[in-house]
């Protein structure tokens, strides 16, 4: 094959100075695939071709993984159909990378010939590209515009090229490979602050809502997925307890059957499962979240594993970026939170059995109490009613009997005024209908009565005017039943003869404080009494803090913080009464 005219050290030397120019634009781009196209280009511009290709080839370096063009419009590749994997002249550089130069490829004794719809090809030349001193594939161009061969100044300086092209896939395959260790590593420093805020929620939050909502929340912001599902074991099936993302509305609260759904599945194995498996996809749709609506394209269902104990599964569907398929290590992230996640949700779970324990016990507790009360004073009162009253029966005096009326009168008073006393313990209607400061000033008058003087002070945002909305009513009952329970204790263990009532309400928390002289006590002594662990039982439900303060012989400090929570709607019928003016 011969050289064009003037093809010596000349033009040559002019080819090199047009390489070294197209080099510095392929070295300065870092994204692979327009490494390989700018490569392309170049390579047409350079020899003078019609079309121009890579083949990149696989990993066992015998095929083409790869074919990508540059020339041919798509409508075109469209009828070739699909791309060659290496046989023929373009196997020739596979079998053997060194340069090829043909004048019709057509003629090479190992052509096979082009496929229907392909354009025509006759001028050919091809060089390897080698990336790190390994083959990375093949750089082939047919058709020299204007017709004739391509010359050995043509293939010098697509050899230069491709030495360049091959610098330049390596530090775009460099480039890369960091870019994805650096964002592997950045959602792995992700997870791990997901999962170090997971276990302080263990900590500093008990309230199992909140935690299932938090994990809910992080875990999709975790994968990136565009929605995420929990489905606790309840009895014998799931329930959707927590939800975050672009879900169907009203999903909290479904349940499904346990039994043959991808939650079983997943328990069972103690394996995370794949909705693109078609037998998982069955039972999403058949037995799981698909039965309420839920299109999934792909989604993990991840099993929440605690000392051998299955609470449930985390379902995450569709990921958003690059998706929607999740990649393994989404997978992994995913499953190294759920052990967070399990720890979390079995900690919140044992709490609130462990309060609802205490709150049945106390309950108990308080029951004992009422029943003591009504048979020391008010069940032995009747009953030495109906024996005074016999007694003066059998009398027969009229004046015994007028006598035994009257006491029966007196007695049926005190048990009359015991009765009331305890009902406005079990539920004082003033709270209800005036409100909590009208009920505390109550409380103290009432106490006051026994020999406890009592100076309250209350200042409320409602009552006050300062609010459009009451209070919750637990945290008007929870105010009321600490100050009770405070002065109680005071009057009846502490002999105390003057107390101080302060109800203060800030701008999120309100300070309820009760002093006493009394005896005092060891706060640190556990007593069979309701009244200390009613208080702090009362203001942990709140989320709430209670301090006792006391010593013997030096009276008693109760203080206790609560957050302000109000009722969500305006209660006009509840409303404070306006005072009329005096005139």
Known sequence: MGERPGSGDGVVSVASSDVLGVARGVLGDLDLERVLQRVLESARELAGARYAAIGVLDESRTALARFITTGVDESTRQQIGSPPTGRGVLGELIRDPTPLRVACVSDHPRSYGFPVGHPPMGSFVGV??????????NLYLTEKRGGGEFTTADERALVALAEFAGIAIDHARRYSGLEADRDE??????????MVEISRAIGGQTDLALILTLVAKRGRALVSARGLVIELKVDDGLEVVAAAGELPANLVGRRMALESSVGQAALRTGATQRLGDELNRARFNDHGLGRFGFDAKDGLIVPLVFHGQSLGVLVAVDRLTDGPRFTAQDQRLLEAFATSAATAVSTAQSVATERQRQRLAAAEQERARWARELHDETLQGLAALRIALGAAERSGALDVLQAAVREAIDQLEIDTSSLRALITELRPSILDDLGTKAAIEALAERVGNSGLTVDATVELAYESGGAARRHTR?????????????LTNAAKNGQATHGIVEVIEGATT????IRDDGTGFDPTTRTKGFGVL???????????????ESAPGH?????????????????AANAPPQRQRAG
């Open 534 to 548: 009613g208080m702090r039982e009362r203001a942990a439900l709140l989320h709430g803090t209670l301090e006792i």
């Open 555 to 571: 009276g008693t400090t109760v203080c206790c913080t609560l957050p302000v929570k109000r009722r969500p709607e305006p209660d």
């Open 510 to 513: 309100i300070e309820v404080s």
């Open 128 to 137: 390897p590209v080698m990336v790190a001193g390994e083959p990375f594939g």
């Open 474 to 486: 637990e945290l008007e009952l929870t105010m009321y039943r600490i100050v009770q329970e405070a």
């Open 185 to 194: 590593l950045k959602q792995t420093v992700d997870a791990l602050g997901v």
